[in-house]
């Protein structure tokens, strides 16, 4: 099997409004994903540095990052990063420009992982329904355009809809995994995080809404579990 989880980390900051790394890394590893897109990963303002700093990921998680362009002491692309188990192959990768309101993006990896060739894609979509139509949409080209093959696009969508608005442009294309709700985290209302797919097979997925994650954020992370073609 192949595991891949998203995750919107709130810079670390949990619902007791206290900034915990170390926290995000606990529910990382509880997961025991192979791939992780994770949202609002770099703080937003400053530097921008990483709310995860390299020294915890490498002493105490089995993960390393996709090297996307980004500033000096970062890890994502307007906060959207893809962590990697440090056994995977990174073929390519690159950050996405989407139309945005806000500071918002999208990121890609193409993987092998397990014996299977594996495009992921990242992002945190805009609060605005329109822009999020237009960011669909922007995404759904760029993949068109590269090479066909297994694909998981995941993160954050921000729609509220249940079949309406981006879910509706991604439906055409994708798969939508019943994954469940995930915002907010203390009591779980929306399912504001989602995982589509195309080209594999779905196993099983769901939210991790262990007690340490109910504590680390304001979202569950989701995550899905996919039969490997190896």
């Given at each position: 099997m192949i595991r891949v989880a998203s995750y919107n980390m709130r810079k670390a900051i949990g619902t007791d409004r206290r900034r915990s790394p170390e926290r995000v890394i606990e529910v990382l590893n509880e997961i025991g994903a192979d791939i992780?897109?994770?949202?609002?990963?770099?703080?937003?303002?400053g530097a921008r540095v990483s709310a995860l700093p390299a020294y915890l990921l490498?002493?105490?998680?089995?993960?390393?990052?996709?090297?996307?362009?980004?500033?000096?002491?970062?890890?994502?692309?307007?906060?959207n990063a893809i962590l990697v188990h440090r056994e995977i192959e990174i073929a390519a990768c690159e950050a996405?420009?989407?139309?945005?309101?806000?500071?918002?993006?999208?990121?890609?990896?193409?993987?092998?992982?397990?014996?299977?060739?594996?495009?992921?894609?990242?992002?945190?979509?805009?609060?605005?329904?329109?822009?999020?139509?237009?960011?669909?949409r922007a995404i759904l080209h760029r993949v068109e355009l590269g090479e066909s093959m297994a694909t998981v696009m995941m993160g954050d969508l921000n729609e509220?809809?249940?079949?309406?608005?981006?879910?509706?442009?991604?439906?055409?294309?994708?798969?939508?995994?019943p994954t469940g709700r995930s915002f907010h985290a203390r009591r779980p209302v929306a399912a504001l995080d989602r995982i589509m797919f195309s080209g594999l097979k779905l196993a099983d997925c769901g939210v991790h809404s262990s007690a340490i994650a109910r504590k680390a954020s304001d979202h569950l992370p989701i995550w899905a579990d996919f039969a490997s073609t190896g």
């Open positions: 992780v897109a994770l949202q609002e990963a770099d703080r937003r303002f490498e002493e105490h998680s089995p993960y390393r990052p996709v090297p996307l362009p980004h500033r000096t002491g970062g890890i994502g692309w307007h906060g996405l420009h989407i139309p945005a309101l806000e500071p918002r993006g999208a990121v890609m990896a193409e993987l092998h992982v397990k014996g299977t060739a594996l495009r992921i894609i990242g992002m945190h979509l805009d609060l605005s329904g329109l822009w999020r139509r237009r960011q669909s509220w809809t249940v079949q309406g608005g981006c879910l509706r442009d991604f439906g055409h294309h994708f798969t939508l995994a």
